[in-house]
């Protein structure tokens, strides 16, 4: 993670001066929704644009509830006089409405498949959070991670889902980060074994500044997410 992240605001902290013109990012850096508009925001080269806003999620600024997001969550956009949420609609709203290097190709036939992945993640996440409390989670693994492997294989220009790096990516990065931790430790499960496809996504994913700048250190995240999500071992 960058080692100079603003600190994250609390229940003591005043508000931003809201509406001034500035974008700001409202964020923790510890959540995956919101991290995948950070690595959005870095890829695009807009760290001066858009501001980070760290939110202390535990000691919540009344504030933020009352005048940034009705749903007291994150992530958050302001930008031009109002309020974005929803990660999906951001990473597409910031895409589309910043410059700096398009996250989304201009192919049908990539944007199809693109919008099918976008809808899929949606479904992969709860999926995956429910197999760590239930108990076929590998079976569940496999046939999540089978499916991911056997969409990496559809474009062949490049390591990615849509071949280049793409929000297609970005959406689902936060999340393998976080799978790959919790069922290797738990389950001594490799996600990447028997998969190229998928062991080559994570290594290049990997290699991605905009992406490696808001990992949480897996120490921390590790014993986080055992304790959330993991049922009594
Ligand atoms: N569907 C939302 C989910 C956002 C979300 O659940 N954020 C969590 C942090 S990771 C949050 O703000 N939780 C606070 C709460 O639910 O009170 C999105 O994709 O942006």
Redesign the pocket.
């Known amino acids: 993670m960058a080692a100079t992240l603003p600190p994250a605001l609390d229940a003591s902290s005043p508000p931003p001066p809201l509406f001034d013109g500035t974008t700001r990012l409202y964020t923790?850096y510890t959540?995956?929704?919101?991290q995948r508009v950070w690595i959005t925001r870095n890829y695009k080269g807009l760290q001066e644009k858009i501001k980070l806003v760290g939110i202390n999620?535990q000691n919540r600024p009344d504030w933020y509830k009352e005048k940034v997001n009705p749903a007291?969550?994150?992530?958050a956009l302001e930008h031009d006089g109002k309020i974005i949420?929803?990660?999906?609609d951001?990473i597409k709203y910031v895409d589309s409405n910043f410059e700096g290097p398009s996250l989304y190709p201009d192919e049908p036939a990539k944007r199809e498949f693109g919008e099918e992945l976008l809808t899929y993640v949606s479904e992969f996440v709860p999926k995956m959070y429910g197999a760590f409390k239930g108990g076929d989670t590998t079976k569940v693994a496999d046939a999540e991670f089978d499916y991911l492997e056997k969409a990496l294989q559809k474009f062949d220009d490049g390591p990615f889902f849509l071949g280049q790096f793409s929000l297609v990516d970005i959406a689902y990065a936060p999340f393998i980060e976080r799978f790959q931790l919790v069922i290797a430790d738990v389950w001594k499960y490799d996600l990447t074994a028997g998969r190229p496809k998928l062991a080559e996504w994570v290594e290049e994913l990997n290699k991605i500044e905009a992406y490696k700048e808001t990992k949480t250190d897996p120490d921390q995240l590790l014993p986080y997410l055992k304790s959330r999500f993991v049922a009594q071992q």
């Open positions: 923790s959540c995956p929704f919101a999620l007291n969550k994150v992530p949420v929803e990660s999906l951001l």
